[in-house]
Structures are given as structure tokens and as C-alpha cells.
């Protein structure tokens, strides 16, 4: 049985997430939002787990925290196997991959793992849910770091992409950006 939220917070906790700086506030507040934020576009518990746990093994971007992906399998029994496999795909993804595909737009969706140099094939449930997770992470802390161009036109497409909560919420957030 998967752990309560209480008990995924106190194991990002016991990590020390809250000691790693993250976008002017915490690694655990950053994670925290992100759950939350995937709560409010109305996810289910697989991908609000997934949201909070996006870049546990570290991602391209982010490199201060990171647990050896040899803990993949308890990090599986904690936040469950597509919680689990959502949060490795967005850690091990290769970005430019993941933005060639957006912007492709059809099946079949493969990005590279940067970790193994492997190809993943994704379904389209996958590809989009990698999406949502993806581009929640960037939502929840773009203003406060400013980073506004980074990848702007991926993340344009990811929200059209997926449309309703996403869309919105990507429109509200950028909303706020300084004109170009």
C-alpha cells in the first residue's frame, strides 16, 4: 500500500529536502507546491505523487538533490509504479528530446534517457501525463525565479497541448511575465 501524504512529506523531509535551496524558498516547498498544484488541476493521487516526487534522482536541470536511481524500487513502493515511472521519466528524460516531440505532435513519442542513452517509447497517456508533470514543475516556480524564456515556446505547447487546467494555469502564470 502506497504511504499517506503525511508520509511522503516526512520522507522528503527525512531527506533533508528542506535544507537544499530551491527557487527562494525549499527543494520540500517547491515538491509540496507542485503536489499541490497537480491537486488543483484535478490529477489523480498518481500524478499529484508523481508532481511531488518529479526529480527525486535529479533532472537536467536541477542537480543539487538527487537519490540513486538503485532506490527506484522503494521510492516504487512509496508513490506506486506510475507514480514512480512518471517521476523517472522527468528525471531522466532528456529535455531537447521531450520539446522535439511536443512540437511533432503524433505517436509514436520517443525521448532519450540521458541516464542510460536508451530511447523510451511512450503511449500517448505517458507522453501527455509526462506533460502535465513536466510542465506543472515549471508553473510552480517560474515567477519566482524569473527564468520566463527558458523553453517557453515547449511549455506553450505542452499547455496547448493538454489544454483545460493546464492551459489555464500556464496562462495565468505567464500572465505575470514582463513583455518581450
Same mark, same amino acid.
Given at each position: 500500500m502506497a504511504a499517506t501524504y503525511d508520509e511522503l512529506? !516526512? $520522507?522528503l523531509a527525512n531527506l533533508g529536502t528542506e535544507r537544499v535551496a530551491h527557487t527562494e524558498g525549499t527543494f520540500l516547498d517547491h515538491l509540496i507546491g507542485v503536489y499541490r498544484d497537480m491537486e488543483k488541476w484535478g490529477e489523480g493521487e498518481a500524478?499529484?505523487?508523481a508532481g511531488m516526487f518529479h526529480s527525486i534522482y535529479g533532472t537536467e536541470k536541477f542537480q543539487r538533490f538527487s537519490l540513486p536511481v538503485s532506490r527506484r524500487e522503494e521510492i516504487r513502493r512509496l508513490i506506486?509504479?506510475?507514480a514512480e515511472r512518471l517521476a523517472y521519466l522527468n528525471?531522466?528524460? =532528456?529535455r531537447a528530446t521531450l520539446d522535439r516531440e511536443v512540437e511533432r505532435g503524433t505517436p509514436p513519442f520517443v525521448i532519450l534517457d540521458r541516464l542510460t542513452q536508451k530511447d523510451i517509447q511512450l503511449t500517448?497517456? =505517458? $507522453? !501527455? !501525463?509526462?506533460?502535465?508533470v513536466h510542465l506543472c514543475d515549471w508553473l510552480?516556480?517560474?515567477p519566482r525565479c524569473r527564468q520566463w524564456n527558458y523553453r517557453r515556446t515547449a511549455y506553450r505547447q505542452m499547455a496547448a497541448r493538454l489544454g483545460g487546467a493546464a492551459q489555464q494555469a500556464y496562462d495565468?502564470? $505567464?500572465a505575470a511575465a514582463p513583455a518581450a
Open positions: 512529506v !516526512d $520522507f500524478l499529484c505523487r506506486g509504479e506510475r528525471c531522466a528524460m =532528456d500517448n497517456e =505517458d $507522453f !501527455d !501525463d509526462l506533460c502535465r510552480e516556480q517560474v495565468a502564470v $505567464f
